[in-house]
C-alpha cells in the first residue's frame, strides 16, 4: 500500500511549550487513520501543521510521497488535503448549496453557475451517500447534517485525504453511526481520512490504524485489533483511565431549586420551553440530557433569571424567585457554570483574581463595606481557588485571556465550588479540560453534592450524564421527554430518546 | 523615547517642509514653555480638559462611546450662570455650592436621558448624544440665550455676571510663595477639583462594588448580566456619572475666569477630552499626564504662531503628529505586555509540576 501522509520529526515550539516533540506519523492511503490524545497532547496543533495553517519549527511533510512545505491551507487544498473543523465554519443565513461553493463558485461571466454546482454536488452526494437538500438554509439543518455540509464542501475542492477534528463531540450516538457509514463509503471509494478523536470506543471501532500522542510526542502506532479500550487509554494518559460514576445515595428531602410549568417563548413568538417541571434536592444532581439546541439553554436562563418565563413558577430553597432580578437569585445561593465560558462565564481581559468573584460580587465575604470591594479577600479567594482546582496561572493578576482554554474552565468550575454555591446550574462542566482534571472535577462535583449541594447538570457527555446522575431528564424540543434511572439506561437508549426515536 | 525622537524627527520634517528652521523653532518652544506663565496656563488648559476626559472614560469603562460630553458641559455651563448670576450675592461656600451643583445636575440630566433612550428605546449612544448636543448648543442654549440676555456696551450676547461671592479662589499666592510674582494669569482653584474628582473616580471605578459591575459590563456585557448586574440600570448609572463629571467642564472657566456665559464661552472641550481619555487609557493618572501634555503643547507651541516661525495650521499638525506618536509607542508597549502574559501562562503548564501531574 502507498504511504498517503509521512510526517518526520515534526517539532512545533510555541512561547514556554513544546507542542509538538519530533513526532512522527505514517498514514497509508486509502486507510482511516485515527489520532488519539488528551487535550494538549499536540493533536490539534499537529493537524494545523498538515493543513499548513502553521509551519513546523523542524520535521517535514510528505505527501503522496512528495516533500511539500505549506504557508497556507490554499496550498494544502491545491494538494488534496481537506479538513473539518470541530467548530463549523458555515454561514447560517446563506443556503447549503451557497455554503458549499462559497468562495470556489464556479462561474459563467459574472454570474454565479448554479447549475453546474448543482450538478456536481448531485453527483458527490449519490457517490457517497450523503444526501442533503441542498436549498434548505444551513440555520435550520442539525448538527449531523452541518457535518455533513463541511465534509462536502472539502469533497467539492477536490480532497483526497480529510482530516476530521474530534468530529464525533457534538453527535448523539446515532448520528456518529451515520458518519461512520459515510466515512466507510469515502474509504471504499479511496479516500483517506485522519480522525482526531478521544473517545476510544468509537476510534476501536472506525480506525484502521491508531496513532497516540502524549505530551507532545507519538508514543504508540498500534493496529485496533490489538489493542483494548483500557490499552490505549494508559497510552494517552500513562494511568488507568478514572470513570464518573457516582453511586451512593445523598439526596435529602430539601429542596433546592423546583421549577413548576415553565413556559418560554422567544421574541418571534416561538415556544422555546414547553410546561417543564422537576426539582433538585440538596445532595442530588439531576442530569439533564438531549441534543444541543432543544431547550437546555432556555432552560438554563430561565431558572438563573436572565430570560424571563411566559408561565409557570421557579423556586430557590422554597421561596417563589420567579419575579426576581439575577442578582436577587445569586445572592441566595445560586451558582452558574455556563456552557460557553467565554461568553457568559469569565471577562477575558479581567485578571484572575476579579474574575474568581464574578457573579459573586456583593457577598459580604468580598466586601470590606457596602461599597467598597475587599481586593485582599478577594485575592486570597483566587488563591484558593487556583491552589485547589489546579489553574495553571502565573499568578491571580495574569488577564485570564492569557490562560488556555482548560483552565480557563476550571477557573469557572472551581470559582461556584469554592464559594459552595447551591443550587448549581451546570452546562458541560467539563467540556474541553483533559482526562486528568475531568476526574477532579467529577471528584469535586460528588464531594460537593454528598456535602448537601442540589446540582442541575446539563452535559452532552453521556457517559457523564450516567455516570453522575442521581436521576436522569431528556429534553426534546423544549419539553422533558422521559426520566430515567442512569443505573439501568445506557448511552445508546439515552441518545434514542433524545433524538426521540424511543417513545 | 524612541517614540518621543522619532515624533520631534517628524515634527522637525513638516517644519522643514512649512520652510521654518526647526532647530529655532523647538528652542521657541522650549525657551516660552518654561516659564512660570505658560506652565500655569498650561494647567488651567488641562484642567477642564481633564474633566472631559473622565467624563468620557466613566462611560467608556462600560463600552458606552459617549461623545455627548460637548453638549452637556455647554448646557450645564449656561444653566449654571443662570442660576448662580440670579440668586445675587450669597455666602461664598453656599453659592459655589449651588452653582457647582446646578451644572452637575444639568450634565447628568442630559447624558441621563441618552442613557435612558438606550436602554427603553436601544438607541445606539452615539446617535443620540450627537443629536443631543446639536440640540443642545444650537437649539437650547441659543434660544434661551436670546430670551434671557442682558444688555451690555460689548457686541457679544452674554448673561448677567456672577456676584464675587460666587468666583472660585485663584492658586496664585499659594504658587508665588515657592516661585516668584506672577503677572497676567491666575493658576485656576478648579485644579483642586479635577484632582479629586480624579481620585474619585479612580477608587470608584477599581475598588467599588459600582466600578466592578461598570467595568464588568465594558469587559463582557453577557457574563456581566449572567453575573448579576442589572444592565439597563448600570447603563443609566454611568451615564448620569459621566454627565454629572460633564457639568464641572465648563466650571473652570465659568468660575474662574470669565464670571459670566457668552457666545464666546470655550466650546471643543468635550471633543477634546475624548482625546484625552483615549490617550489616557482611561486611567486616572494617565488622563492627567495627558491633559497636561495637551494643554503645555497647545500653549507653548502658539510661540511659534506669534514670532512667525509657522502658520497656526502647521502648529495643529506637528501637535497631531507628536500626540499620535505617543499613542502608537502606548499601544505597542501594551502589545508586548499581552504577549509576555500568555507567554508566562502557557509557560507555566508546561513547567514539570505539570508534566507529573499529567502523568499520574
Known amino acids: ?33 485515527a489520532i488519539c490524545g488528551e487535550n494538549g497532547a499536540g493533536k490539534s496543533t499537529l493537524m494545523k501543521i498538515l493543513y499548513g495553517m502553521q509551519a513546523p519549527d523542524e520535521g517535514s511533510i510528505e505527501v503522496l510521497d512528495q516533500e511539500r512545505t505549506f504557508s497556507s491551507p490554499r496550498e494544502a487544498i491545491d494538494v488534496g488535503i481537506g479538513m473539518v473543523h470541530q467548530h463549523f465554519m458555515l454561514a447560517d443565513n446563506l443556503t447549503v448549496i451557497e455554503n458549499v461553493i462559497l468562495g470556489a463558485e464556479p462561474s459563467k461571466g459574472a454570474l ?24 434548505d438554509a444551513v440555520g435550520t439543518l442539525e448538527v449531523g447534517e452541518r457535518q455533513r455540509i463541511e465534509i462536502i464542501k472539502i469533497l467539492y475542492r477536490g ?45 476501536l471501532e472506525i480506525a484502521d490504524t491508531i496513532t497516540v500522542l502524549r505530551q507532545g510526542r507519538s508514543v504508540a502506532r498500534v493496529k485496533p485489533e490489538d489493542v483494548t479500550a483500557q490499552d490505549l487509554a494508559e497510552l494517552m494518559v500513562g494511568s488507568e483511565l478514572p470513570t464518573p460514576e457516582t453511586r451512593e445515595v445523598t439526596v435529602t428531602d430539601q429542596t433546592a431549586v423546583e421549577v413548576r410549568g415553565i413556559s418560554v417563548v422567544d421574541e418571534a413568538g416561538v415556544t422555546r420551553l414547553r410546561d417543564v417541571g422537576f426539582s433538585v434536592q440538596c445532595g442530588e444532581i439531576v442530569g439533564v440530557a438531549g441534543v444541543e439546541g432543544n431547550g437546555q439553554g432556555e432552560l438554563v436562563e430561565a431558572i438563573l433569571g436572565i430570560a424571563p418565563v ?68 478577594s485575592r486570597d479567594h483566587a488563591s484558593n481557588v487556583v491552589e485547589r ?51 477532579a472535577v467529577w471528584e469535586d462535583l460528588r464531594r460537593a453534592r454528598a456535602e448537601g449541594l442540589g446540582l442541575l447538570l446539563i452535559s452532552a457527555d453521556l457517559e457523564e450524564l450516567i455516570g453522575l446522575s442521581d436521576t436522569l431528564l431528556v429534553m426534546l424540543r423544549g419539553e422533558i421527554v422521559a426520566r430515567l434511572d442512569p443505573a439501568r439506561v445506557t448511552p445508546r437508549e439515552l441518545g434514542a430518546y433524545m433524538t426521540g426515536a424511543a417513545a | 523615547m524612541a517614540a518621543v525622537g522619532l515624533a520631534l524627527l517628524v515634527a522637525a520634517l513638516v517644519l522643514v517642509v512649512s520652510g521654518a528652521d526647526p532647530l529655532v523653532a523647538f528652542g521657541n518652544i522650549w525657551e516660552y514653555g518654561s516659564r512660570l506663565e505658560t506652565v500655569i496656563e498650561s494647567f488651567n488648559r488641562a484642567t477642564p480638559l481633564y474633566l472631559s476626559g473622565i467624563a468620557f472614560a466613566i462611560a467608556m469603562r462600560m463600552n458606552l462611546f459617549q461623545i455627548g460630553v460637548e453638549g452637556q458641559y455647554i448646557l450645564a455651563a449656561f444653566f449654571a450662570a443662570y442660576v448662580g448670576a440670579g440668586v445675587g450675592s450669597l455666602f461664598p461656600p453656599l453659592h459655589i455650592a449651588i452653582i457647582l451643583l446646578t451644572a452637575m445636575i444639568v ?30 448648543v444650537s437649539g437650547v442654549v441659543s434660544f434661551l440665550l436670546g430670551r434671557w440676555k442682558i444688555e451690555s456696551e460689548s457686541l457679544d450676547t452674554r ?76 447603563i443609566v448609572l454611568a451615564m448620569l456619572l459621566s454627565g454629572a463629571v460633564a457639568g464641572l467642564v465648563g466650571m473652570a472657566d465659568l468660575l474662574g475666569d470669565q464670571h459670566f456665559y457668552s457666545l464666546r464661552f470655550p466650546q471643543g472641550l468635550g471633543f477634546a477630552g475624548i482625546a484625552v481619555a483615549l490617550l489616557g487609557r482611561n486611567h486616572a493618572v494617565g488622563a492627567a499626564v495627558a491633559a497636561l501634555a495637551f494643554g503645555w503643547l497647545e500653549r507653548a507651541s502658539g510661540v511659534l504662531e506669534v514670532r512667525g516661525d509657522a502658520p497656526r495650521e502647521i502648529v495643529t499638525i506637528m ?24 507567554a508566562a501562562a502557557s509557560a507555566q503548564v508546561d513547567s514539570p509540576a505539570a508534566a507529573e501531574e499529567a502523568d499520574t
Open chain 1, 1 to 33: 500500500m502507498s504511504v498517503a501522509v509521512r510526517l518526520t520529526g515534526i517539532t512545533k515550539r510555541f512561547p514556554g511549550v513544546l507542542a509538538n516533540d519530533r513526532i512522527d506519523l505514517v498514514v497509508e492511503a486509502g486507510e482511516i487513520h
Open chain 1, 112 to 135: 454565479i453557475d448554479f447549475a453546474t454546482a448543482r450538478s456536481r454536488l448531485g453527483e458527490l452526494g449519490e457517490a457517497y451517500g450523503l444526501a442533503l437538500d441542498l436549498d
Open chain 1, 159 to 203: 480532497a483526497r485525504i480529510l482530516i476530521l477534528d474530534e468530529p464525533t463531540a457534538v453527535l448523539v450516538p446515532q448520528e456518529v453511526e451515520e458518519l461512520f457509514r459515510n466515512l466507510r463509503e469515502l474509504k471504499t471509494e479511496g479516500h483517506t481520512i485522519i480522525f482526531i478523536d478521544h473517545k476510544l470506543d468509537e476510534v
Open chain 1, 310 to 377: 411566559t408561565g409557570g413558577s421557579i423556586h430557590l430553597h422554597g421561596d417563589d424567585v420567579t419575579g426576581w432580578s439575577v442578582r436577587q437569585r445569586r445572592e441566595a445561593g445560586m451558582g452558574y457554570i455556563p456552557e460557553d465560558r467565554h461568553r457568559r462565564g469569565l471577562l477575558l481581559p479581567a485578571p484572575v483574581w476579579e474574575n474568581s468573584i464574578l457573579g459573586h460580587q456583593t457577598r459580604r465575604r468580598f466586601l470590606s463595606s457596602r461599597v467598597w470591594i475587599d481586593d485582599e479577600a
Open chain 1, 389 to 439: 482546582f489546579d489553574v495553571r496561572t502565573p499568578g491571580v493578576h495574569t488577564p485570564v485571556h492569557a490562560l488556555s482554554g482548560g483552565n480557563q474552565q476550571k477557573l469557572v468550575v472551581g470559582r461556584e465550588l469554592a464559594i459552595e454555591c447551591n443550587p448549581l446550574i451546570a452546562a458541560h462542566p467539563t467540556r474541553g479540560i483533559d482526562v486528568g482534571s475531568q476526574a
Open chain 2, 107 to 136: 450634565g447628568a440630566a442630559w447624558a441621563g436621558l441618552a442613557g435612558w433612550m438606550k436602554v427603553t428605546r436601544n438607541v445606539h449612544e452615539v446617535i443620540s448624544t450627537i443629536m443631543l448636543n446639536a440640540i443642545a
Open chain 2, 159 to 234: 448673561l448677567g455676571d456672577i456676584a464675587t461671592t460666587g468666583w472660585f479662589p485663584s492658586l496664585n499666592p499659594i504658587v508665588e510663595l515657592a516661585t516668584r510674582e506672577i503677572k497676567r494669569v491666575e493658576l485656576t482653584g478648579f485644579i483642586l477639583v479635577a484632582a479629586l474628582v480624579g481620585v474619585a473616580y479612580h477608587l470608584i471605578i477599581n475598588r467599588s462594588r459600582l466600578g466592578y459591575d461598570l467595568r464588568a459590563t465594558g469587559a463582557n456585557p453577557w457574563a456581566a448580566e449572567a453575573s448579576g448586574v442589572p444592565p439597563r440600570r448600570t
Open chain 2, 319 to 342: 501637535v497631531a503628529v507628536i500626540i499620535l506618536f505617543a499613542v502608537i509607542a502606548y499601544a505597542l508597549a501594551q502589545r508586548r505586555r499581552r504577549i509576555e502574559a500568555a
